[in-house]
């Protein structure tokens, strides 16, 4: 079946602009989780989901990042006037939301600030 | 807080020769451990996890790790390295929030 698929593959943004990041997990995982691949920090986790409950936002850098789950299928992270240190990879995730469930990770986006 | 060290930023070894990267961890109950492999460009794929039972696990490729409780360790082993296997290895564990914590990642370079 399919993967998680992300959109868009690369992104190249000026500095102070926002960008939004999609994500689109497998049919029927509850769960989403997004990370964030920089060569500064290696791989940090920035926001979870798991069906209609609040998600854990706790991995947030700033007030700059926030991130939606329509319907509970598709995610976006949209990142507010991005800054040059916002260059990373970003990643998703999704499983059924069990702790011993892998989790499924897409392709990435690559986001450049300039 | 848990936490993951990857002591071995980079690993070269000769195509046929055995591999063993490490995996230290921190947390204070029984961890759930996953390693996972990341090729140039692509995204990243699961080898093996363990969460109860065997210490030893299998994993996809020929892949094999060992849970040490004793040594906070959850090392990766395979005896016969072959030159697919070159990318980048990240030791992850979770703790109890669901998402993952990860280390820093080893770089394996094979050699023919």
């Known amino acids: 079946g399919a993967g998680v698929s992300q959109s868009p593959s690369n992104k190249v943004t000026e500095k102070g602009k926002d960008v939004e990041l999609r994500c689109d997990p497998i049919?029927?995982?509850?769960?989403l989780y997004w990370y964030r691949q920089s060569l500064g920090q290696g791989l940090e986790f920035l926001i979870y989901f798991q069906g209609n409950s609040a998600p854990d936002k706790s991995g947030l850098p700033s007030d700059r990042f926030s991130a939606e789950r329509t319907g509970g299928s598709v995610s976006t992270l949209t990142i507010q006037r991005t800054q040059q240190e916002d260059s990373a990879v970003y990643l998703c995730a999704s499983n059924l939301g069990v702790s011993t469930d892998t989790q499924y990770f897409g392709p990435g986006t690559r986001l450049t600030v300039l | 807080a848990q936490s993951v060290t990857q002591p071995d930023i980079h690993i070269t070894v000769s195509e046929g020769a055995s591999l063993e990267l490490r995996c230290n961890y921190s947390y204070g109950a029984t961890p759930y451990l996953f390693w996972y492999v990341q090729s140039p460009g692509q995204g990243l794929q699961l080898l093996l996890k363990?969460?109860?039972?065997?210490?030893l696990v299998q994993g996809i490729k020929g892949f094999e790790a060992e849970f040490k409780r004793s040594q906070s360790s959850f090392n990766l082993r395979k005896p016969s390295v072959h030159w697919s296997d070159a990318a980048e290895y990240f030791c992850a564990v979770e703790g109890g929030r669901r998402a993952l914590t990860f280390g820093s990642g080893t770089r394996l370079q094979v050699q023919p």
């Open positions: 049919s029927g995982h509850t769960a």
């Open positions: 363990y969460f109860s039972g065997d210490t």
